[in-house]
């Protein structure tokens, strides 16, 4: 049994994907929906064997710079959101 749980403060830099997230938390609007669909896909392509565990953040990184972040107006924009992320991270 463990007797004492300590937390540290996370390594950004080891964990590149909990920086993006934190970024796209801080910056909200439809950037955390489109994160997070971009990146399902390409868990899915690693899992699959497509791409190196490395390449996960590096691909998300780029997809969500080159999102023009809008607000969240509608669930259906997020939709929308979602559907383009997960289309762009299929070819990306």
Known sequence: KYSKLEFFKPDLEKFPCLRLAYQAAKVGGTLPCFMNAANEVFVEQFLSGKIRWIDIGKKL????EAHRVAPQE???????????????????
């Open 61 to 64: 990184e780029t997809l969500m």
């Open 74 to 92: 509608s669930l259906d924009m997020l939709f929308e959101v979602d559907r383009e992320a997960r289309s762009l991270a299929t070819t990306a």
